[in-house]
């Protein structure tokens, strides 16, 4: 359903003046708006998590988890299935690389510490864009929470204490889910029981004006469309939007801008603004189970296990 809320259309449209108040040069909204602008050594960060994403999984015994499952028939539909306990609540994490890269294995590290705690932990790709507009990839990443719901009782977890999170592009991801009304996909209406944002694009618009989109080929109506602040909230999950002290402030200020989207449909959502961290980095902070952002994780699949639901998956 893309149904537009028109309250929320007029805040975000209201918030977006504010990033165009006064003049800004093509190059301070590249540096803003393209994380790889801002953060020179980006890739150094992303080559130290696959490779620590790498060990994790080869200190894993067969039986800890399943790679490469199929949850659709697209090149990009697959998962990997981080175990946890008997029953225990399902943590599912979209990850970033604008709607146009990333692979799932390069973020296995955040799974350590949840599956520890008997967390299951399922890490999806999703269609990427030039190939497909950024609408299917919205709808890949439903497919895939669709197909994991389905699939969870046969996988030993608990289907009624799912929680989501994404990071960058996958916070997108996870903002669109939120917005979903999964009845239509013959799913509880409250599937979605908490849900955490990470350095999260909301307002796919940004992207119009950088060179990024050379790559996603986003043109205004599609942005519209995908944008997550335009679109009424279907889930009272809790919720917690965070995101690094150290990126540039207009990308601070999206997460900002959603946090207040939650808040005017009732959500009170946690707003942390992490001190230290870039858009990268934060990803490393995932290693410590101390860290703010992984403490949101646990926190978020802790409430969903707390606040279950039969997990008889009868549209509710």
Not at 93 to 116: P, T
């Amino acid at each position: 359903m893309n149904q537009i809320d028109p309250i929320a259309a007029s805040a975000a449209d209201q918030a977006f003046l504010a990033f165009t108040a006064k003049p800004v040069s093509a190059q301070e909204w590249e540096s803003h708006f393209n994380p790889r602008a801002a953060v020179p050594g980006f890739a150094s960060y992303q080559e130290q998590q696959a490779m620590r994403s790498a060990a994790f999984r080869a200190s894993l015994q067969t039986t800890q988890w399943q790679a490469d499952l199929a949850y659709g028939r697209g090149e990009r539909h697959r998962l990997d299935w981080f175990k946890g306990r008997e029953g225990g609540p399902v943590h599912v994490f979209f990850h970033g690389g604008y709607w146009r890269g990333g692979d799932r294995k390069n973020v296995s590290l955040l799974a350590r510490h949840l599956q520890a705690a008997g967390i299951h932990v399922v890490i999806p790709s999703y269609d990427l864009c030039p190939e497909v507009s950024l609408t299917q990839t919205v709808e890949s990443a439903k497919q895939a929470l669709a197909w994991i719901a389905r699939k969870a009782s046969d996988m030993s977890a608990n289907a009624g204490q799912i929680s989501i999170s994404g990071h960058s592009a996958g916070a997108h991801l996870c903002s669109m889910l939120l917005a979903h009304d999964w009845r239509l996909d013959q799913l509880p209406a409250s599937l979605i029981k908490a849900a955490v944002f990470s350095s999260g694009v909301f307002d796919p618009s940004v992207a119009l004006y950088i060179s990024v989109n050379e790559e996603i080929r986003l043109n205004p109506a599609v942005a519209q469309m995908n944008n997550s602040m335009l679109r009424p909230v279907r889930h009272h999950a809790a919720s917690w939007v965070t995101v690094g002290g150290a990126e540039p402030w207009r990308w601070i200020e999206l997460s900002l801008q959603y946090s207040q989207h939650l808040r005017r449909q009732g959500i009170d959502a946690a707003l942390e603004v992490i001190p230290g961290f870039n858009h990268f980095s934060i990803l490393d902070s995932l290693d410590d189970p101390e860290s703010s952002l992984s403490r949101c994780l646990m926190k978020a699949a802790c409430f969903a296990a707390a606040n279950a639901e039969s997990s008889n998956l009868v549209g509710a």
